[in-house]
């Protein structure tokens, strides 16, 4: 599985950037696909997920202001991110779990992408 991610850029505070992601899978089954976000010097934290029956969770900073949404028949996820803050300035993940086939049994895997820089000018 591969992931593409692209979108980031740079933003004035309150514009609005979005994010793109395609999967190149071969023999798996995407459940959950995901954005999360690591600013320096902090944790990777999540920042939405949509799963295969469209069920979407967010961050509690980023709800009203972002909205994950995905194309499951050709394997791409999308985030739009609207009145961009200062504070949302991080480097963006894709991330996507789902399962793999392995005899009579399905096997959970889960991939990142290689991340996509927002950054977000005051």
């Known amino acids: 599985v591969q992931l593409q991610a692209s979108g980031g850029g740079l933003v004035q505070a309150g514009g609005s950037l979005r994010l793109s992601c395609a999967a190149s899978?071969?023999?798996?089954?995407?459940?959950?696909m995901s954005w999360y976000r690591q600013a320096p010097g902090k944790q990777r934290e999540l920042v939405a997920a949509i799963t295969s029956g469209g069920s979407t969770n967010y961050a509690d900073s980023v709800k009203g202001r972002f909205t994950i949404s995905r194309d499951s028949a050709k394997n791409t996820v999308a985030l739009q991110m609207n009145s961009l803050k200062p504070e949302d300035a991080a480097i963006y993940y894709c991330y996507v779990a789902g399962t793999t086939p392995r005899g009579l049994e399905f096997v959970r895997r889960d991939y990142w992408g290689q991340g996509t820089q927002v950054t977000v000018s005051s």
């Open positions: 899978v071969r023999n798996f089954n995407i459940n959950t």
